[in-house]
T-cell receptor
Framework: EAQVTQNPRYLITVTGKKLTVTCSQNMNHEYMSWYRQDPGLGLRQIYYSMNVEVTDKGDVPEGYKVSRKEKRNFPLILESPSPNQTSLYFC????????????FGQGTRLTVV | SQQGEEDPQALSIQEGENATMNCSYKTSINNLQWYRQNSGRGLVHLILIRSNEREKHSGRLRVTLDTSKKSSSLLITASRAADTASYFCATDLNSGYSTLTFGKGTMLLVSP
């Protein structure tokens, strides 16, 4: 079954404690991205990757890091989380071919206290 | 940056009625896609309409695209309580490869 898997689904952490949210896809997609979703703001792209070792900033990259060492995995790293990073996070993947849909993970609800 | 803007922000209807949501965007696109999100869950792809298409159907869904007005509409006919969700349009810019920019969504509530 084609899927994007994020872990964990829920996370409560304290300010400044480094954390990683994992994302894995089984569709051999080149393109992967991270979004955060906040009430009234919709989905905003944090980082994206067009292939292994190729990453770039989206609209709201501050406070986040990513890596793409393997095609299937695209972890999101918060080196020093702050309360304003409390949000719902989604990983998505898609082919780089034209006119293709994106597949989304189930989301990670992060609370930073 | 957000490209698509959905309208209305929220819509409340009765079961059996039709629901229409609109999306406007600013720049040239390769295609426009609609996604559905049940509360707090991942987005699910509904339908994709290419820039050279004007209308597309999928079950109870009908999507139109007017590139001259830079707008699209999603019509859900004979709505059901299970259609209650947020609906997002996403534009795939004419950039040579497939990437998406999402709007803020329309929250649809269908009451039994």
């Amino acid at each position: 079954e084609a899927q994007v898997t994020q872990n964990p689904r829920y996370l409560i952490t304290v300010t400044g404690k480094k954390l990683t949210v994992t994302c894995s896809q089984n569709m051999n997609h080149e393109y992967m991205s991270w979004y955060r979703q906040d009430p009234g703001l919709g989905l905003r792209q944090i980082y994206y990757s067009m292939n292994v070792e190729v990453t770039d900033k989206g609209d709201v990259p501050e406070g986040y890091k990513v890596s793409r060492k393997e095609k299937r995995n695209f972890p999101l790293i918060l080196e020093s989380p702050s309360p304003n990073q409390t949000s719902l996070y989604f990983c998505a993947s898609s082919s780089l071919l034209m006119n293709t849909e994106a597949f989304f993970g189930q989301g990670t609800r992060l609370t930073v206290v | 940056s957000q490209q698509g803007e959905e309208d209305p922000q929220a819509l409340s209807i009765q079961e059996g009625e039709n629901a229409t949501m609109n999306c406007s965007y600013k720049t040239s696109i390769n295609n426009l896609q609609w996604y559905r999100q049940n509360s707090g869950r991942g987005l699910v792809h509904l339908i994709l309409i290419r820039s050279n298409e004007r209308e597309k159907h999928s079950g109870r869904l009908r999507v139109t695209l007017d590139t001259s007005k830079k707008s699209s509409s999603l019509l859900i006919t004979a709505s059901r309580a299970a259609d209650t969700a947020s609906y997002f349009c996403a534009t795939d810019l004419n950039s040579g490869y497939s990437t998406l920019t999402f709007g803020k969504g329309t929250m649809l509530l269908v009451s039994p």
